[in-house]
């Protein structure tokens, strides 16, 4: 993958980010949260592309990976940045809502 993309991908998220979290700073709903992740993970975690895919992933697996990259125990290029926007909280309510999606 090269770089500028994911660079792209980069700026385009953190706007996805912050937007919805300064507009609904104390929301926890799953289905806000994981808007932020539809740019590279695809719709619903389904990704198209050389992204892992995210929905029907075990909540244990997919929490205990976003605080890995959150704690920098897991290297990622962008997953590391991006996890460290999440509280345990706002982490168990996608890991949720993603291992529920078919
Ligand atoms: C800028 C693009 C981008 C965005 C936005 C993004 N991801 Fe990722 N994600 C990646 C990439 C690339 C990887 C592969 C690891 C790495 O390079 O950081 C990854 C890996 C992952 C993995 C590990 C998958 C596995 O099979 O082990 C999880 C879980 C994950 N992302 C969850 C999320 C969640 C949840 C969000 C939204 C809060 C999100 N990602 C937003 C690009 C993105």
Same mark, same amino acid.
């Given at each position: 993958?090269?770089?500028?993309?994911?660079?792209?991908?980069?700026?385009?998220?953190?706007?996805?980010?912050?937007?919805?979290?300064?507009?609904? @700073?104390?929301?926890?709903?799953? !289905? $806000?949260?994981?808007?932020?992740?539809? /740019?590279?993970?695809?719709?619903?975690?389904? %990704?198209?592309?050389?992204?892992?895919?995210?929905?029907?992933?075990?909540?244990?697996?997919?929490?205990?990976?976003?605080?890995?990259?959150? @704690?920098?125990?897991?290297?990622? !290029? $962008?997953?590391?940045?991006?996890?460290? /926007?999440?509280?345990?909280?706002?982490?168990? %309510?996608?890991?949720?809502?993603?291992?529920?999606?078919?």
């Amino acid at each position: 993958m090269n770089k500028k993309f994911l660079n792209t991908c980069f700026f385009l998220s953190l706007a996805l980010i912050f937007l919805p979290l300064t507009a609904y @700073s104390a929301d926890q709903r799953p !289905t $806000v949260l994981a808007n932020t992740c539809a /740019g590279c993970h695809g719709t619903d975690g389904k %990704s198209v592309g050389a992204i892992p895919p995210l929905h029907g992933m075990k909540a244990d697996y997919f929490a205990d990976t976003m605080k890995a990259f959150r @704690s920098d125990k897991r290297e990622g !290029t $962008v997953m590391n940045r991006i996890a460290k /926007g999440f509280t345990d909280k706002e982490i168990e %309510s996608m890991a949720t809502f993603f291992s529920e999606l078919k």
